[in-house]
């Protein structure tokens, strides 16, 4: 088998559900399999997938296990030559493994493939590609300096090597995963994908950043940017240093002093959005259900210049995935430009404005 795609959801139904259909189209053409480890998440995602999705393989643990541990034992049961780590708040385009295996197969060494993330708003997430966060590196980003923890020498939409890659993409030989133990347990959430890059990294592998292929992480739904999120981060790190470089107590000082300068701003840090004005269905049909839901809709075939103050629902029953990337992507320049997606043959629209924002779902 080419490829096993190992999905770890916890509480995340309705994302899981537009990243499997999405997954689903990109696979159509591979000898893969894809498999949802659910880390107890006590509400309908597992029965959803075992309606709506019956060739996923699923496991169901009996507690949360974190990303760590719960990630290792879909990998463990993997039977691709090639393992894709993927968030459940993702969605891919219907080539995207074809490009990226077509990439892998020509290189000797090769560690982890990471890809281009936008958020649901058509932002670039920085940390797509990323620097080893030597003490140095990690210091300065806890006093708010990201610029060379992010490895910004590299263009956003090129090709090249890169050390550190996020957790919620990363595609691998499988023997690669297992030569290095796959994600340390000792992480729980947050620092074990910098940890699996790292030592894949120190291992002989080259890892890289493939910019062409592009893929939306919503991030926000699962990852709420707060004092909890700066306490695990942080403590993640400390982690991270005693394994890989020499105790510095300089270092153990300036994150503990972090952590607890993010207790003050509590979700103060979250992006405070605009309200769309107008609204546009991106659709062949209309959805007289979504009508009652949302004032104005407006049934176009094609987006060629997005408007501002304006959010628009894009239906995948008629357009592909990677046109729904392609058409999200653009709208970094159009300020106020909002999305949400319309799954195939689903009752619900679903978006978020922002990576540091909770995602929203509209029923209709």
Do not use: W
């Amino acid at each position: 088998m080419k490829l096993s795609i190992i999905i770890l959801n916890y509480k995340v139904p309705y994302f899981l559900e537009l990243c499997l259909q999405s997954v689903e189209a990109a696979i159509k053409n591979i000898e893969s399999e894809v498999i949802v480890v659910d880390n107890l998440s006590q509400d309908n995602s597992c029965e959803m997938v075992r309606q709506k999705f019956p060739k996923v393989k699923l496991i169901e643990n009996s507690e949360n296990y974190g990303f760590s541990k719960g990630n290792n034992i879909g990998v463990a049961q993997a039977k691709g030559h090639y393992v894709c780590i993927l968030n459940p708040d993702t969605v891919v385009a219907e080539d995207t493994f074809e490009m990226l295996l077509d990439f892998a197969n020509k290189k000797e060494n090769l560690g982890i493939i990471g890809c281009k993330l936008i958020d649901g708003k058509g932002s670039y997430l920085p940390e797509s590609k990323r620097n080893v966060p030597i003490p140095k590196i990690a210091i300065q980003k806890a006093m708010g300096n990201t610029k060379n923890y992010y490895a910004n020498a590299l263009n956003e939409n090129a090709i090249g090597k890169v050390s550190i890659f996020v957790g919620a993409f990363m595609l691998l030989k499988k023997a690669v995963y297992d030569k290095v133990n796959g994600f340390d347990e000792d992480y729980f959430m947050y620092g074990e994908d910098i940890d699996l890059s790292f030592k894949i990294e120190k291992s002989g592998f080259q890892n890289y950043y493939v910019g062409t292929s592009t893929a939306i992480h919503y991030k926000g739904e699962s990852t709420l940017k707060d004092a909890t999120y700066a306490k695990r981060f942080y403590g993640a790190m400390q982690i991270f240093y005693k394994k890989h470089f020499k105790q510095n107590l300089f270092f153990d000082t300036l994150m503990y002093l972090g952590i607890q300068g993010a207790k003050v701003f509590k979700n103060d840090n979250l992006e405070k959005t605009e309200h769309p004005v107008n609204f546009i269905l991106v659709s062949n049909k209309e959805y007289p259900g979504l009508r009652q839901k949302i004032e104005t809709i407006k049934a176009v075939e094609e987006v060629s210049v997005l408007k501002q103050k304006t959010e628009y629902i894009l239906d995948a029953n008629y357009l592909s995935f990677k046109r729904i990337i392609a058409i999200i992507s653009t709208s970094e320049k159009n300020k106020g430009t909002t999305f949400k997606i319309l799954p195939k043959n689903s009752n619900f629209i679903i978006g978020s404005n922002s990576s540091k924002n909770k995602g929203e779902i509209i029923t209709f």
